[in-house]
């Protein structure tokens, strides 16, 4: 088996966008680095029940529809 194949696993700090900061155990960096988040659970909406948008915005497939409707397939 080959040795040192392993990553160094090691304590870093982990700064969320409030300031709050935690300790976890990570292959990041090196010991005692501090790994700042520009996005976690204080602010994605996927945690905070924030609305999402539909891309749809605009009627994308009818705009699609009225371009390319008319367009057929060959048959033959």
Not at 15 to 27: A, I
Not at 38 to 52: E, F, L, Q, R
């Amino acid at each position: 088996m080959k040795t040192n194949t392993h990553p160094d696993y090691h304590l870093i700090t982990v700064q969320l966008t409030d300031g709050s900061t935690f300790q976890t155990r990570s292959t990041y960096g090196k010991e005692g680095d501090t790994l700042v988040l520009d996005i976690d659970n204080t602010v994605h909406p996927a945690w905070t029940g924030g609305k999402s948008t539909l891309l749809d915005q605009g009627g994308r497939v009818a705009q699609f529809n009225k371009r390319f409707g008319g367009l057929t397939l060959k048959k033959g």
